[in-house]
């Protein structure tokens, strides 16, 4: 049996700071953007990408328009021509600048119109595929995973997916291309000094900014560690509100809550405090750039070599460069985080489930309920064993009741018979079919739980027996509900079969919720039944209003009743008696009394406690 164990937190924090892997994640992606939408999207895509190209031309071109202007009025100064001969040049100029920036805007806003619809699809489907997957994980999987914490990871990643397109197509890659178009203007207008200047001082930008904001990157890990493990303990805390309530524990998981947010809020500081710092150098680079062209450009121009027009134009083509670089270093630090969420999002897909369907599974069908138990072996951790040899076997319509002390092993059985994990050795068989080569969903249709802790849904009580049959009819859904003797009392809420139950059914008793889980397997009408210590957590008055219910859902089916309370199982075809992982007897309440053992102690024990 396989074992999965997550990856120790060192290894997860190496793997966060190689970039070459994380841009792997990045990778993966790329297919749901390209051939997720079809032709469309791909004609979307290539149109967004010609727009960002015109944008960014259009950009480094319109400066030269307000350099020409301020030329042509120097011209007509010193001709001292007049005001008509060259107002509508000047006036052409300067409309040809302002029109210029304004249809690089359009194009920007169009090219996010077109790219728009592939972006979310795209992030649908992700987000969809991640979540089936989830499911399709094993039992062991969600047992170990705290809801929250997971949650988070789901959430952030699907986030990331949007933000990662946004900056890295439409923001940092246009920037660079701006950079290179300036460049190369710069050079072919004036000088190769302009463009050489231009893109050293980018790149000291550039480096600088990556150095020191990777420095600060082990801030914002430990910030969203620290906020994760918050938002799980905040979950926890309240998924499990009766049991705090319980034990008087609210300051205990105020504290605790406070604690971790604590932990967070200094490495919030010093994330934010080390920002200064960035913004410093940034700032010393970028106006020393522009200094350092203002003064070859007057030399040059006082050298009769350029015009005037060219100390507004440089300023104004490095400011176009510049603006976008104001939030490369927040750009990058995101654009890190976002592939580290997306990686870890990934890394859940890249989980195997522990169960899974053998190549040419059948599917069960017209299943009559024989179940054979044989020399059955299980544990669910490599140095404890759970069952230890099980074999047993529950005729067509049977119902076998499994008693035992707590930790014998009872409950694993429906997890085994649910194929929620698979045996180590032996085999388990319906009707002859070994469930290892039956399809999972099939075998599960075939079978029927009323659990010990019902949890539901938090919709309404007609969505919660509904959920056993996909588009079954409200007169079904009344008709399961009445066989469960729970009709009447849903009627006699104001909103009926639309009452909200509440967060895992919170606002029901427990007989009611067990009522509704009665109903819920009578609507889905499976060929066997398994009652995993349904009425424990009840009183004997509940106990004895919802039996008649139980035998309803036992009637014709092969039925495994978990028990607590012998009482609830004296009438039953066999009883397995169960110790250490072991069947140590066997037969009917009357045999196993008669035998003597530990059916006899564990009924008189039970009779001193009534």
């Known amino acids: 049996m396989v074992v999965m ?12 700071q ?19 939408g079809g032709v469309r999207d791909r004609v979307r895509i290539i149109a967004a990408i010609f727009l960002t190209l015109a944008s960014q031309m259009i950009l480094v071109i319109a400066p030269f328009g307000v350099g020409y202007s301020v030329d042509a009025v120097k011209t007509a100064l010193d001709a001292g021509s007049m005001w008509a001969d060259s107002a509508l040049v000047i006036t052409a100029l300067v409309f040809g600048y302002g029109g210029l920036k304004l249809l690089s805007t359009i194009l920007n806003e169009a090219r996010e119109y077109i790219f728009a619809p592939v972006g979310q699809r795209a992030q649908r489907e992700v987000a969809t595929a991640t ?6 994980l094993s039992l062991r999987f969600h047992l170990e995973k705290r809801t929250g914490g997971l949650s988070r990871i789901i959430e952030r990643g699907i986030r990331s997916i949007d933000f990662l397109f946004r900056f890295l197509l439409f923001n940092i890659g246009p920037t660079f291309l701006l950079l290179g178009f300036s460049c190369a203007a710069l050079m072919l207008a004036y000088s190769w000094e302009y463009a050489a200047i231009a893109l050293v001082v980018v790149v000291a930008y550039v480096w600088f900014t990556f150095a020191t904001t990777e420095w600060r990157l082990k801030f914002r890990r430990e910030m969203n560690k620290q906020d994760t493990e918050a938002n799980a303990k905040a979950i926890d805390s309240l998924l499990n509100y009766e049991t705090v309530k319980y034990f008087g524990a609210e300051g205990f998981e105020t504290a605790r809550y406070d604690s971790a947010m604590e932990i967070y809020q200094r490495a919030a500081i010093k994330s934010r405090t080390s920002l200064a710092t960035v913004n410093i150098g940034q700032s010393f680079l970028m106006n020393g750039g522009i ?38 270093g927040f750009a990058y630090r995101e654009i890190k985080q976002a592939l580290t969420d997306m990686e870890k ?58 008693v035992g002390p707590t930790g014998a092993g009872k409950s694993t059985l429906s997890r085994i018979l649910y194929r929620f994990y698979d045996i180590e050795s032996g085999s388990v068989t319906i009707d002859g079919v070994d469930i290892r080569d039956a399809q999972q969903l099939s075998l599960r249709h075939r079978i029927g739980i009323v659990p010990q802790d019902t949890v539901l849904f938090n919709s309404g009580i007609g969505y919660n027996i509904g959920y056993a049959k996909e588009g079954a009819s409200q007169a079904e859904i009344e008709a399961a509900a009445r066989a ?20 895992r059914g919170l606002k029901l008793s427990g007989g009611e919720k067990q009522r509704v889980a009665i109903a819920r397997t009578l609507l889905k009408n499976p060929p066997i039944l398994i009652l995993d210590e349904a009425t424990s957590a009840l009183d004997n008055t509940t106990e004895r209003d919802i039996q008649s219910a139980l035998d309803n859902a036992r009637g014709g089916r092969t039925t495994l009743v978990i028990a607590h309370r012998l009482t609830t199982i004296t009438g039953a075809d066999k009883i397995l008696v169960m110790e250490e992982g072991h069947i140590v007897q066997q037969g009917t309440h009357e045999e196993l009394l008669r035998e003597g053992g530990l059916y006899e102690e564990l009924w008189a024990r039970q009779g001193e406690m009534a």
């Open 291 to 328: 200094v350092a062209l203002l003064i070859l450009a007057a030399y040059q121009i006082l050298g009769g070599a350029l015009t005037v027009g060219a100390m507004v134009t440089i300023p104004l083509v490095m400011q176009q460069v510049y603006r976008p670089l104001n939030i490369l």
């Open 18 to 36: 190689k970039l070459s892997y994380q841009l792997k994640s990045f990778g993966r992606l790329w297919p749901y953007m390209w051939s997720g």
């Open 484 to 503: 469960a003797q729970i009709h009447d009392f849903i009627m006699g809420l104001p909103k009926g079969y639309d009452t909200q139950v509440g967060e």
């Open 5 to 16: 164990s997550p990856p120790s937190q060192s290894a997860a924090e190496k793997s966060e």
């Open 131 to 136: 979540f089936a997957h989830l499911h399709k």
């Open 345 to 402: 999002m990934f890394a859940l897909l890249d989980l195997q489930p522990e169960v899974t369907d053998r190549e040419g599974a059948i599917a069960l069908t017209d299943v009559k309920g024989r179940i054979v138990f044989d020399d059955v072996h299980f544990r669910y951790d490599a140095d404890r064993a759970i069952l230890k040899g099980i074999s047993f076997t529950a005729e067509p319509g049977q119902t076998i009741a499994i």
